[in-house]
């Protein structure tokens, strides 16, 4: 497999300037934007705006990051939109609410850049793909002539790390991602599936904005950790190696990275990737927060087998959601968003059926109140 290239390069701050800086020398770096970007083409910058969160706190792509990004591409001859679809309804009200809350429609308005509103889907082929050999997607990707996935550090609950290759999970649109949720209930169905989206979608550039990161329950209930990084590469899954490498992850470890290694699309080794721009070592953050133990099937992977005992194991041993109700105002989007319907109200409050549980934690991933928490086995602290 080729050796890949990959930027890291320092950004202590969101000032505009700053930013600017970062990007632009980590795009010279890569070869320039012109390398990747032709005059005339329209590129989509697909950011992470899992949920209508502030840039402060740490859960969605900074809308400096974009901003940047949109005027190198203009510079470049092309033509940006900034789009994404989160989860929940993919609707224009939405979506305005959305990029309001974001950050993004006001760098929209200063810089005149592009918003997608358009909510049309659909069908496409993929005949490659090892889960998916038809992938339901955004209808804005037939409109753009090229994809820079902009994603977000960030620990996950169920995938442990979120970066390049799950950001274009996106593009799939709103409830659609929980039918593929509960299509693909084990995790490493699922990675193969986020693989096999990356791998239809084939962003010419992706970014990671780790300025500010998200380090405990991420990916929207953790707490913002600086990081003071930019990451790029033409290679998502490059950028993914590194990327789990900076919050001191080891590669092998993630699940995307694993099912990509698996391919044969990357070794999955920090070693084998063209580190360059800053001292890479430096930038390491070895005290990163991340969760003890994640997944779906825990305990099958571990016993490495199927049957009733392990599947009864599995659903008494793997981390569950569990709800605070004290912090719960009662908004239903645990129970609207809940792949297999195991969530009922009762009395305006949330509960769970741990049986038709799945364990991919969207509960928690799209609640605004952080009222969702992962509960642990103490048999957990033993495997620690």
Same mark, same amino acid.
């Given at each position: 497999?080729?050796?890949?290239?990959?930027?890291?390069?320092?950004?202590?701050?969101?000032?505009?300037? !700053?930013? *600017?800086?970062?990007?632009?020398?980590?795009?010279?770096?890569? %070869?320039?934007?012109? *390398?990747?970007?032709?005059?005339?083409?329209?590129?989509?910058?697909?950011?992470?705006?899992?949920?209508?969160?502030?840039?402060?706190?740490?859960?969605?792509?900074?809308?400096?990051?974009?901003?940047?990004?949109?005027?190198?591409?203009?510079?470049?001859?092309?033509?940006?939109?900034?789009?994404?679809?989160?989860?929940?309804?993919?609707?224009?009200?939405?979506?305005?609410?959305?990029?309001?809350?974001?950050?993004?429609?006001? =760098?929209?308005?200063?810089?005149?850049?592009?918003?997608?509103?358009?909510?049309?889907?659909?069908?496409? *082929?993929?005949?490659? %793909?090892?889960?998916?050999?038809?992938?339901?997607?955004?209808?804005?990707?037939?409109?753009?002539?090229?994809?820079?996935?902009?994603?977000?550090?960030?620990?996950?609950?169920?995938?442990?790390?979120?970066?390049?290759?799950?950001?274009?999970?996106?593009?799939?649109?709103?409830?659609?991602?929980?039918?593929?949720?509960?299509?693909?209930?084990?995790?490493?169905?699922?990675?193969?599936?986020?693989?096999?989206?990356?791998?239809?979608?084939?962003?010419?550039?992706?970014? =990671?904005?780790?300025?500010?990161?998200?380090?405990?329950?991420?990916?929207?209930?953790?707490?913002?950790?600086?990081?003071?990084?930019?990451?790029?590469?033409?290679?998502?899954?490059?950028?993914?190696?590194?990327?789990?490498?900076?919050?001191?992850?080891?590669?092998?470890?993630?699940?995307?990275?694993?099912?990509?290694?698996?391919?044969?699309?990357?070794?999955?080794?920090?070693?084998?990737?063209?580190?360059?721009?800053?001292?890479? %070592?430096?930038?390491?953050?070895?005290?990163?927060?991340?969760?003890?133990?994640?997944?779906?099937?825990?305990?099958?992977?571990?016993?490495?087998?199927?049957?009733?005992?392990?599947?009864?194991?599995?659903?008494?041993?793997?981390?569950?959601?569990?709800?605070?109700?004290?912090?719960?105002?009662?908004?239903? !989007?645990?129970?609207?968003?809940?792949?297999?319907?195991?969530?009922?109200?009762?009395?305006?409050?949330?509960?769970?059926?741990?049986?038709?549980?799945?364990?991919?934690?969207?509960? *928690?991933?799209?609640?605004?109140?952080?009222?969702?928490?992962?509960?642990?086995?103490?048999?957990?602290? =033993?495997?620690?």
């Amino acid at each position: 497999m080729p050796n890949s290239k990959a930027a890291a390069v320092r950004c202590g701050n969101y000032t505009r300037q !700053e930013v *600017q800086a970062a990007i632009d020398r980590s795009l010279e770096l890569l %070869g320039g934007m012109k *390398q990747f970007v032709k005059p005339g083409m329209r590129v989509l910058l697909k950011c992470n705006l899992v949920m209508k969160k502030k840039p402060e706190e740490g859960a969605t792509t900074h809308p400096e990051v974009a901003a940047a990004l949109a005027g190198a591409i203009r510079e470049a001859g092309g033509e940006p939109i900034i789009g994404d679809s989160p989860g929940g309804l993919f609707t224009e009200q939405a979506l305005r609410g959305l990029y309001k809350v974001c950050g993004m429609e006001e =760098i929209a308005k200063r810089d005149n850049i592009p918003l997608n509103y358009g909510t049309g889907v659909m069908e496409v *082929q993929h005949p490659d %793909g090892r889960i998916l050999k038809k992938l339901t997607v955004i209808e804005l990707l037939k409109e753009v002539d090229a994809v820079i996935s902009v994603a977000k550090l960030k620990t996950h609950g169920m995938t442990l790390y979120t970066g390049a290759v799950k950001n274009l999970f996106g593009v799939i649109p709103g409830t659609t991602k929980a039918e593929y949720h509960f299509r693909m209930k084990k995790l490493e169905d699922f990675s193969e599936m986020l693989i096999d989206i990356c791998t239809w979608v084939k962003p010419v550039l992706s970014f =990671i904005d780790g300025v500010t990161g998200m380090e405990g329950n991420g990916p929207t209930a953790g707490e913002p950790r600086d990081a003071g990084v930019i990451l790029a590469s033409a290679d998502p899954f490059a950028l993914d190696v590194a990327g789990a490498s900076l919050i001191n992850i080891p590669p092998e470890k993630v699940c995307t990275i694993r099912a990509a290694a698996g391919r044969g699309i990357c070794s999955g080794r920090l070693e084998d990737i063209e580190l360059v721009g800053d001292p890479f %070592g430096d930038l390491i953050l070895k005290d990163f927060k991340v969760p003890q133990l994640s997944g779906l099937n825990f305990v099958e992977r571990f016993l490495k087998g199927s049957g009733p005992m392990t599947e009864v194991l599995s659903q008494y041993l793997t981390p569950r959601p569990a709800f605070i109700h004290d912090i719960c105002v009662g908004c239903r !989007e645990c129970e609207k968003n809940c792949p297999p319907k195991a969530i009922t109200m009762r009395d305006g409050k949330p509960y769970v059926n741990l049986k038709e549980c799945i364990r991919c934690y969207c509960c *928690q991933e799209l609640c605004p109140r952080k009222a969702v928490d992962i509960k642990r086995h103490w048999v957990f602290k =033993i495997f620690k």
